[in-house]
C-alpha cells in the first residue's frame, strides 16, 4: 500500500510568523476542506514515570497562545499519566490534505471557571457520561455502565437541577514547546517545517529531514 503525495509543498516563505497563526490558517483549511469527520481529533501520546507509553484520539476543543486544550476525566490512563509525568505529543492526521501537525509540550489543568465554562455547553448526554463512566476502569461487562447511566438521566429528569461538571473532570492544556508543520511531498522527500520554543527567549523556525 503506497500514495503518492503531491499536493503541495511548503517552504519556509509560506509560514506565518508564528505557530498560531500558521495552526490556525491550515485548521481553517482542514475545516473548509470538507475531507475529514472531525479535523479537531488529535492523537494524543502520554507516558508513565519510567517511560511505557499510550496513545488514543481526543478532540480538541479550544486554542490560543497559550496552548491547544482538550477535556477528559483526570481519573483516567491518561488523567493519571499526566498526573505523574506533565508532557504529550499530538498529532493531526489531516491525511487528505497530505499534512499533519505534531505538537510537543507541557501540560496543566485548565482553571475550574474554563472547565465549568466548557462543561456546560456539552449535550445532556455527555454531561450524563461524565459522571456514569469510570474512564479506563476494567468492567465486567457493558451492562454496569448502562445501568449507571440510565440512573443518573432518571434522577437528574427528576430533580432538574442544572449537571455540574464532576471534580474528576476538566480540561487539560498543551503548551508547545515545538510545533511541526508536516507536508507530504513525491519521493518521499516530505517538508517538515518546525517551530521550536527558545528557552528565556522567542522561537526559531528550522526545517528537519524526512
Do not use: C
Not at 123 to 149: H, M, N, T, Y
Not at 154 to 166: C, F, S, V
Amino acid at each position: 500500500m503506497r500514495r503518492a503525495y503531491d499536493r503541495a509543498g511548503l517552504s519556509e516563505s509560506d509560514l506565518a510568523g508564528t505557530w498560531l497563526a500558521q495552526f490556525t490558517g491550515w485548521f481553517a483549511e482542514a475545516v473548509d476542506s470538507g475531507l475529514l469527520v472531525e479535523p479537531n481529533a488529535m492523537v494524543l501520546a502520554t507516558a508513565t514515570l519510567d517511560g511505557l507509553p499510550s496513545g488514543r484520539t481526543v478532540l480538541l476543543k479550544g486554542y490560543d497562545e497559550a496552548g491547544l486544550v482538550f477535556f477528559t476525566n483526570y481519573e483516567s490512563r491518561k488523567g493519571r499519566e499526566l498526573a505523574v509525568n506533565p508532557f504529550a505529543a499530538l498529532v493531526f492526521p489531516w491525511y487528505p490534505l497530505h499534512r499533519q501537525v505534531i505538537v510537543t509540550g507541557r501540560v496543566s489543568r485548565v482553571s475550574r471557571a474554563e472547565t465549568e465554562a466548557y462543561f456546560a455547553s456539552r449535550p445532556f448526554d455527555s454531561k450524563i457520561g461524565a459522571w456514569a463512566s469510570p474512564q479506563s476502569q476494567v468492567l465486567p461487562s457493558r451492562a454496569p455502565l448502562e445501568q449507571a447511566f440510565g440512573d443518573l438521566v432518571a434522577g437528574w429528569l427528576e430533580d432538574g437541577a442544572e449537571i455540574p461538571a464532576p471534580d474528576h473532570w476538566g480540561g487539560l492544556r498543551v503548551a508547545p514547546d515545538t510545533v511541526e508543520f508536516w507536508q507530504g511531498r513525491s519521493s518521499r522527500l516530505h517538508d517538515r517545517l518546525r517551530y521550536r520554543r527558545i528557552p528565556d527567549a522567542d522561537w526559531v523556525i528550522e526545517r528537519l529531514a524526512p
